[in-house]
């Protein structure tokens, strides 16, 4: 079962989501099964899930469409996952490309995932009114990559060419930022000083691919500048670990996330490398294939960080109706961070409370 815990929104305070099932006896070990469950079991990763960011952005919208009613627009999916975005446009929200399919004045509320100094220019011709949910720890990349503009060094920024948070962080300096989407692509890098080089990192990568990536960028430039601190956050490099933990020798592994969802498709891989004899990206249980489950005795599940709770237990009843016993919950990291409300909303809900005499 899953216990949600609820922070006033009005005090800027978020959701947080726990389990409450079966724990393993020691953090970071498997459990130990007993004879009678080693025929078939299911390990359940922890922590998996919703991130305080995607926590902050879905709560962002909620509590938009109650402040000011409905339609509350919304540049680009607010987080990676297609149930989300369903549940939230079920509620008033609409989801737009980009901001000339918005009307004039009218409310917009930015994605976890960022957007260029440019976007906000279009929003301010527009006259629109606007809130910033971006994930606090892609505006510290957004940061480091004005500060290494600033001083002028050729930013290279690690990452997957299209995906929304890239282009956000490469607007902030277009002109001192080139992508690196793998090693691949490090023969080919051009810059104008050896001696003044940098990396950055989409936040959502395989921290292992990221590494590599690194690696090979300093081989060619051995002063490559490395950012004051690690840009793949938190959630994604605890999910990492937490599947890693999960993997090694079970026979197949469920990880339940949208296709578009970059630190999802990565815990597949993740998985994979693990030890994992095989493992599948699934939006929810009506995508498991009957098939996978064949000769199948041990299952592991985890999610990605953008993923509700309830997708996850439907998976676990899933395995439950098909005679595997209840998950086992194997923990590798804990998590507590919260983040605030963006400050445009936490001053309309302090007025709207000073209006209505509270």
Partial sequence: MAATLWHGADSGRLRVTAYDGPMSTEIG????????EAEKAVLLAAPRGY?????RAVVTVETALELYGSPVYVRKQIVHNKHVVADLEARGA?????????????????SAHGVSPEVHRQAEVRELKTIDATCPLVTKVHHEAKRFAAEDYDILLIGHEGHEEVEGTAGEAPEHIQLVQSPA???????????????????????????????????????????????????????????????PGTDLVIVVGSGNSSNSVRL???????????????????????????????????????????????????????????????????????????????????????????
Avoid at 29 to 36: A, D, F, K, N, T
Avoid at 94 to 110: C, I, Q, Y
């Fill in 29 to 36: 070990m498997p459990p130990v099964l007993s004879p009678e």
């Fill in 268 to 358: 597949v891989e993740v998985a994979l490398e693990a030890g994992a004899k095989a493992a599948y990206r699934v939006d929810d249980a009506s995508e498991i294939s009957e098939a996978w489950l064949e000769g199948v005795r041990t299952v592991s599940v985890t999610s990605g960080a953008s993923v509700p709770e309830a997708l996850v237990q439907g998976v676990l009843e899933f395995l439950r109706e098909r005679g595997y016993p209840d998950a086992r919950a194997v923990h590798s990291a804990e998590e507590s961070l919260i983040f605030a409300l963006p400050k445009e909303l936490r001053r309309d809900l302090k007025l709207a409370r000073q209006s209505a005499g509270e």
């Fill in 94 to 110: 609409v989801f737009v490309e980009e901001l000339d399919e918005v009307p004039t004045g009218a409310t917009v509320v930015f």
């Fill in 51 to 55: 991130c305080a960011g995607v926590d």
């Fill in 185 to 247: 692509d490090v023969p080919h890098i051009v810059v104008r000083d050896p001696s003044r080089v940098a990396w950055l990192s989409q936040t959502t990568l395989s921290v292992d691919e990221t590494l590599e990536t690194v690696a090979a960028i300093r081989e060619r430039f051995p002063e490559l500048l490395d950012p004051p601190s690690d840009d793949i956050c938190y959630a994604t490099q605890n999910r990492q670990l937490a599947v890693k933990e999960i993997s």
